[in-house]
């Protein structure tokens, strides 16, 4: 438990927690920025063969994940100047128990699966899992559409983490298509959520509730 | 075994001025010169030398709760290995007795403050019965975690000699979330900023002070010290982990865990002096991140012990 | 050369937001009759792809592709109309995501790798998106927000899926091309752990897509509030791309001998989409949700028939066909009532056999064809499914089916009846003109058709599709 790659991993661990409690949006932008540098330095770290293609791409996918897209989304938030609270359907010390639950449990099925790399890692396919789990997790709990958001990024950050070190040939054409979705994905979320706040005045997704059975 | 008495005296004698240390701490940062760092003596010895006044409407248990909580305040103190010499007292599971000295010491404390009828001393009463239960939970993870990786379960086996140094070598960087929730569960335990202020003077925000309102003169000396020594304990759990090493000689470890344990109370004086008190329905959510923490700690960490 | 059939929608898509109206709209008939002619060729020719590790001719595509072509030229027609008539404030936004919606989707049909496959997929989500928001309105724009944030995780899973796949790769030591046909051919030597993982998340992401349950939320609303061609597209076309990535991953999963552990996931989501279906049609008071629902339903059946394989997975291929003819026409004659009646409400509609005749009839065939009555080729796909359902012992599956059938057309037949011949006192706001009309009238026509005489060559590539996922007589 000593390696680098450990340390970054259960920072990765960490940073769900504190996204589970934070209660104000730039509190929470900031936690998904700081858990996107992390997940994006673990291929550096993974003990893989690192030619400069991917090197470059490591790089570009930190500028992206830890400073553009978080940068974007606060921008939004400046703009369009909403509630920063993100309005839990799920209690935040509900949320916190949640959040340890999904670790011990993503501990205990991370150890199902064989990876054909050695990756010098344990907390690996524990990370990975629960980084998926709690982006669900936070879209589920959350009424705030800039929450909401950010669980999709956290998700993002875990099919990334599975994407780029479980596989042993970087297959060049999967990295591209993760950072793709998410930049398509954060583009035409963050258009929409003018949308929203110049028809709703508001981005609480409660007021999304005409259409439903 | 004179030597652990010898260091256990020592510990209790020295925590007035630890205590002081905050104060100082605070002081500088207020810009002020501040009291001097044996204040803490000069009042134990004023109060000391009055005499007490009890309420009409109290009973016996009001007498006994600052005798138990001073009382089970220092026996705590024996078990533990001061400098990571060896206690003056220790058997298998007495990790356990010592959570639950300290608990009958705050159920005392209670029941005392629920003594005097007072309505405000129920307030602090509910309160103080409140928060430590969370502390109590990842007290508890605490030592799961440290039992799992010693095998065994006493406060001798998991701070003495170097055994905090095996701790860092198997557990790595987990040991600093062990630590950070050490640390919140010291403020929680002992009532600091941000949990409770002992500096404040509305009854309504208080959770110690307010408990021990009808305490006067040497029983009031009593509580202060037992509080003392409590905050001496919890200051060595953490000062044994972040100052792990091992000299053999005496003099260097006791010189080495003094300096560790004036860090920690150092800090203690600065986290008081950065921050505020927080609201009272936030405090939970404070003590639940340290359960978080050395859940999450023991979670990765017994991952490896494998 | 295959691929200039999604460039050049690709490129007039993009020429379309900065033409003036008119343009736009002649743009995008003659866009669609190329698009025909194009599909026309590649089934007569079989041309070679130019990038053959990313792209292939696939039966299923090539099934796709002619159903593709033919319902956006004539959906195209009905456009035309359909734009002088409602009042649409951004029509080249419209007329060119239009255009590249069917790029986008013409480009699953042809896509053999599995990441082009998933980048195609979620390129359709994106360029969909501006369609259902068209109206500019509140509940537009909710549906809007369900749909990416829905479907964008739903796809997410997707990727996930297809990268759990490489790593079966790595672990069987197999060193191919990242290609559903290049897979298929050596799927026994993946590992069947992570193949499995991969395909259930693969299910879950392309399912959210194609409105499986419990994912199908976003498609009611999505459906209803987007302007009726775009409905008929997403419903007749989109649903079916989506089916696609999870056939071809079912392809792999067939070729490694999984159809034990992938059949029943896929009959589960069936049956759970159409009971889902089932439950929600019965109090719909609006009838392009109505629609929608219907939708789901089918979508559930042609699951729930790959799921069987056999028999039953050539019925499911014949409902997907056949489910995409009638279904669009369906939306495109909703197009109609709503500008007729100007209400999506039940309610506000009535009388339409008098007031409107021509889509009364169009409707009407409609509702009997998706309900599953002859001469209407759904018909016969869901006689297969049943024949196949019983045929392989799965006798609660079959038995929920039908009585899950049964009630979806007693809430059907209630608000069709409704709408028909409940009195009204509305006006009529729009003439019944022939492009109006034609193009339902065409795709229902080839539905009968298909259904009483089906060429050999569409027969043969039917069956070529489904015998890769243990389908076929």
Known sequence: ?213 | MIESILLWTLAIVSAPFFAAVILRVKAFFGGRKGSPLLIHYYTLAKLFKKGSVYSTSTTLIFKLGPLVSLGTAITALLFFPMAGRPPVVSFSGDAIFVFYLLGLGRFFTIAAAMDTASPFEGMGAAREAYFPIICEASMFMVSILFYRLTGELSLSAFFSGNQPAQFWSTAGSPMIFVIIALFIILLTENARVPVDDPATHLELTMIHEVMVLDHSGPDFGLIELGAFSKLFLYSAFIARLICPFDFVHPALDVALFAAAVLLVYIAVGLVESVMARYRMDRVPKFVLTSFALVFFAAVITLEFAK | ?473
């Open chain 3, 1 to 473: 050369m295959v691929e200039i059939i999604f460039v050049i929608p690709l490129l007039t898509g993009v020429l379309a937001f900065f033409l003036p109206r008119n343009i736009g709209r002649s743009l995008l008939v003659i866009t669609g009759a190329i698009h025909l002619i194009l599909s026309g060729i590649i089934w007569a020719g079989k041309p070679e792809p130019i990038f053959p590790e990313y792209f292939a001719i696939t039966p299923e595509g090539m099934l796709s592709l002619i159903v593709i072509s033919l319902l956006f030229f004539l959906i195209s027609i009905y456009t035309t109309s359909y734009l002088n008539i409602s009042n649409i404030r951004s029509e080249s936004v419209f007329t060119g995501s239009m255009l590249l919606f069917l790029s986008t989707m013409t480009m699953v049909t042809l896509s053999d790798h599995i990441m082009v496959m998933w980048i195609a997929i979620e390129a359709t989500t994106l360029a969909s998106a501006p369609l259902i928001y068209t109206h500019r309105s509140a509940v537009s724009l909710e549906a809007t927000w369900k749909y990416v944030l829905i479907c964008s995780v739903g796809i997410a899973m997707a990727l996930l899926g297809s990268v759990l796949i490489t790593v079966a790769m790595d672990m069987g030591n197999v060193n191919a091309p990242l290609s559903f046909s290049a897979l298929s051919g050596i799927a026994r030597h993946l590992d069947p752990l992570w193949l499995k993982t991969g395909f259930v998340f693969i299910l879950v992401g392309y399912g959210t897509k194609m409105g499986l349950a419990p994912m199908h939320t976003w498609l009611p609303d999505a459906h209803s509030e987007a302007p009726s061609p775009a409905s008929a597209l997403l419903s007749g076309v989109l649903l079916n791309c989506a089916y696609l990535g999870i056939f071809k991953t079912n392809k792999i999963m067939h070729a490694a001998g999984l159809s034990d552990f992938s059949g029943p996931i896929l009959m589960i989501f069936g049956l759970a989409s159409i009971m889902a279906a089932a439950t929600f049609i019965l109090k719909q008071t609006e009838y392009k949700r109505l629609l929608a629902y219907s939708s789901i339903e089918n979508m559930g059946i042609i699951a729930f028939g790959t799921g069987i394989g056999g028999l039953a997975a050539y019925g499911a291929m014949i409902c997907l066909i056949h489910h995409s003819l009638i279904k669009s026409s369906l939306f495109l004659t909703s197009g109609n009532i709503l500008m007729g009646f100007g209400s999506q409400l039940i309610e506000q509609t009535g009388n339409l056999a008098n007031r409107m005749p021509r889509t009364f009839i169009a409707l009407f065939s409609g509702f009997a064809g998706i309900s599953g009555f002859p001469p209407f080729g759904i018909f016969i796909g869901e006689l297969f499914i049943l024949f196949g359902a019983f045929k392989a012992g799965h006798y609660v599956g079959a038995t929920l089916f039908m009585l899950s059938l049964c009630v979806i057309f007693a809430g059907f037949a209630n608000n069709i009846m409704k709408i028909s011949f409940n009195p009204s006192e509305a006006t009529i706001r729009i003439p019944e003109s022939a492009a109006l009309i034609w193009p339902q009238y065409i795709l229902l026509g080839t539905s009968v058709l298909l259904c009483f005489w089906m060429p050999e060559t569409l027969v043969q590539t039917v069956l070529l599709a489904v015998t890769t996922v243990g389908g076929g007589f």
């Open chain 1, 1 to 213: 438990m000593n390696g680098p790659m450990d340390t970054i991993l259960s920072l990765a661990l960490l940073s769900i927690l504190f996204s589970f409690a934070s209660s104000r949006l730039p509190g929470l932008i900031k936690v998904l920025a700081f858990q996107g540098v992390v997940v994006s330095i673990v291929p550096l770290f993974a003990g893989h063969h690192l030619s400069i293609g991917s090197l470059v791409f490591t790089l570009t996918t930190l500028v992206i994940r830890g400073f553009a897209i978080p940068l974007c989304i606060y921008m939004v938030i400046k703009k369009v100047s909403i509630a920063r609270e993100v309005e839990p359907i799920v209690g935040y010390h509900a949320s916190i128990l949640a959040g340890l639950l999904l670790i011990v449990g993503a501990t205990w099925a991370g150890h199902r699966f064989d990876l054909p790399v050695n990756t010098n890692s344990q907390l690996l396919p524990p990370t990975a899992i629960s980084l998926l789990g709690a982006g669900m997790f936070l879209l589920m709990a959350r009424r705030n559409a800039i929450a909401m958001v950010l669980g999709y990024i956290m998700m993002e950050n875990g099919i990334y983490l599975v994407g780029t070190t479980f596989s042993m040939r970087a297959l060049h054409i999967v990295e591209f298509g993760i950072l793709l979705d998410v930049l398509a994905g954060v583009m035409i979320m963050a258009v929409m959520l003018q949308n929203i706040k110049q028809t709703f005045d508001d981005v609480d997704t409660a007021r999304l509730r005409t259409l439903k059975e």
